[in-house]
C-alpha cells in the first residue's frame, strides 16, 4: 500500500457547509448506538457486528463505526476490500473486517497489509487464501461462506463436501466462523428460512467445528435458533424496520430536509415542470426545493414532503436539481426562501418514503447523495 490512505474522516464528509448546501442531512449516532443495544439486548450473549458496507448505507462508515465502537462492537462487515481498506483506517488495527463479497484474485496482498478477514466464497478463493498465508508466514483469519439456499455468495454444497475430504484445504487458515446468509429473514413465516437454517446445520457439519454466524437484522427476529454465535445486522441499526408488517421496534435515525428555493403563484391552467406533466387545477401555491433525483431522490420515490405536520404533495416531475410543491395548504407567508421542509424524518420514514416508491428502505438510504450537508449528533 504506498498510495495515500483512503480517508473517510469526519472532515471529509461534513465537507460541504449548511450554509452552502440544498439539502441537509442528519445523522443520529446516537440512535445507531440505541439500535445496536436494542439487538444487543435481544441476542442475549450472541456477539453482534455492524454491517457497514455501502458506507454504512449511505450514513458514512468512518462515523457509525465509531458510534458502533463505543457499544463495544469489535466487528464489521463490508462488502468490497476497497470498503475494508479505508475502514480499517478509521477503526484501528483491533476490529475484525470481514469482506462479504470476497477478495478479487490477485488482491490478497493488499487485504493482508490492511488486516482483513476474509470472506472465503469459492475454493478458488480458499486456495488463494491459503497460498497467501504461505507468502505472509503466518495464519490468516477468514469466515467460510456456505450458500445454504439463497444463490448469491458461498461454496455451494459440493465445494464444502470437496473441501471437507481435503485435509490441506485449511492449512495456514484461522477459520473464525461459518456463515451463511438468509433471503427471506424479513417474512418470517416463509418456508425457506427453515430451510435454509437446516442446510446451513448440515452443511456446517462438514467444515471443522467453528462458531457460526447466519442472521442479518431481520433474521434477529426470526428467535434463538438463527442468532448462533454472531448475528450481522445493518439497516435494522440504521432505523429500517426489521419486522415488516409490525411496528418498528427500531428509532430513526435520519432526517432529510430541504431548502426551499423560490416560491410563487400560478393560475389554474399553468404547466408545471418538465413535459408539463401537471397543470394546475386552480390557483396555487408553489414551493420549489433545491433537491432532486442527482440527490438520490428516485424519481418514483415518495411524491410528498412535510412541513409542520403538513404534507407538500410533489407536481409535476422530479428534476435533477429541483422539485416543485404545492403548498396551497400552508399559511400565506409562513415558507419563505431558505426554509427546511421534510423529507424523511418524523412525519416520513424511511419505510414509508419507501413504501410510496415501492422499493426498500435500504435502496432509498443507499441512494442518497454526496451534495448534502451532513450533520451528526450524538456519538
Ligand atoms: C447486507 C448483509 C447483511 C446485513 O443485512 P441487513 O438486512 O441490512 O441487516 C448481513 N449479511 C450479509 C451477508 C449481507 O450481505
Redesign the pocket.
Known sequence: MNDAPTKLLPEDVVAISEAAAGAILTIDLDAIRENYRRLKTRLGSVRCAG?A?ADAYGLGAAQVASALMKEGCDVF?VALLAEGIALREVVGSEPEIYV?NGLPPGSEPEAVAAGLCAVINSGAQLKAWSAAARDARRRLPAAIQVDSGMSRLGMAPAEVEAVAKDTGALDGIDVRYVMS?LACADEPRHPANEEQRLAFERLRAMLPEVPASLA???GIFLGPPYHYDLA?????LYGINPTPGAPNPMLPVVRLQAKVAQTRRVEKGTGIGYGHTYYADGPLSLATISFGYADGWLRRSASAAWFEGIRLPFLGRVSMDSIILDISAVPPGRLREGDLVELLGPSQSVDDAAGHAGTIG?EILASLGPRFHRRYVGG
Open positions: 454491517v458496507k462487515f462479504l446468509h442479518n437484522s431481520s450481522r445486522p445493518g439497516a435494522a435500504y
